[in-house]
């Protein structure tokens, strides 16, 4: 049997997209895939989606918290384009027919002024680049059945991404120490998740420097302009039919996503290619 390339890989994540049916980790008949197959992976599902005239807007950083890296045995973050068909505004109904097995993620989100090109960025230099920054939700989802994933699995399926619903931007400022920026999480009105900026890479600055650092030593700029979702504020919470989940933050507001009808498999529409 031959192994499946990065572009059969990349396939079979595009109709689990299309047609919401997970498919079986990757890592179960490759166990020694790692990140840089995963990324390569990642690299020709984002082909095939710009193909069909999707655009990408920024990028996300996964795996930014302590513990997310110990259960995944890493000491890095990973990360994944952010398409601009995934984004909604503030109070947003998303269609839980949409997605295989959603959770709600709060974050902190910024965008670029200024460019940043890597390697050898520091906070500093990544904090004068941030123009503005917005309360941000974002809802992961993983094409792999059961979220049984491992590193290569999830780099692979676009770090999990599904999409994700930001609030207004505003101003960012040099005085604000976005490691203690709070936010509470509530889901269908009952506190169920709280956190700080810090638990994004201990500041959710870093992230930037750290995402500029590793496209520079690929030969890539983060473009004024692009978005930057710096990672979790705590642990993702699953999100069913009919919820309502809002996350309250300090200075940012608050911003809350809605969960609709589920749309029977009948309905569900493939992604035109």
């Known amino acids: 049997m031959i192994a499946p390339d990065a572009r059969s890989r990349a396939e079979i994540l595009y109709e689990a997209r299309a047609t919401q049916q997970p498919v079986a980790p990757f890592t179960d008949d490759d166990p020694t895939l790692g990140a840089a197959g995963g990324y390569a992976v990642q690299r020709e599902l984002t082909a095939l989606l710009l193909a069909d005239g999707d655009s990408v807007v920024g990028y996300k950083a996964g795996l930014t918290s ?24 503030d109070g947003a109904v998303l269609d839980r027919g949409r997605f295989i097995a959603p959770k709600v993620e709060a974050e902190i989100v910024f965008r670029l002024a200024s460019p940043l090109t890597g390697p050898g960025v520091g906070v500093e230099q990544a904090r004068a680049a941030i123009g503005e920054v917005a309360a941000g939700l974002e809802i992961v989802d993983s094409r792999i059945v059961d979220w049984r994933i491992r590193l290569a699995d999830t780099i692979a399926d676009l770090a999990s991404s599904g999409a994700a619903v ?11 120490d976005y490691r203690r920026l709070g ?13 700080t900026g810090a ?10 420097a750290w995402l500029a650092n590793v496209f520079g030593e690929q030969g890539i700029t983060l473009e004024a302009g692009h978005l930057v979702m710096t990672g979790a504020l705590h642990a993702a919470v699953p999100l069913e039919h009919g919820d309502t989940c809002t996350a309250e933050f300090d200075q940012l507001g608050a911003i809350t996503v809605h969960a609709g009808r589920a749309v029977p498999p009948d309905e569900k529409r493939g992604i035109p290619r």
Request: cysteine-free.
């Open 66 to 89: 302590a513990p997310m890296q110990e259960m995944f045995g890493v000491d890095t973050p990973d990360f994944a384009p952010v398409f601009g068909s995934t984004l909604h505004a």
């Open 166 to 176: 930001l609030g207004s931007w505003v101003e960012a400022t040099s005085g604000t």
């Open 183 to 195: 936010v509470t999480f509530r889901r269908n009105g009952e506190v169920v998740a709280s956190g």
């Open 199 to 208: 638990a994004a890479l201990g500041d959710p600055v870093a992230v930037v």
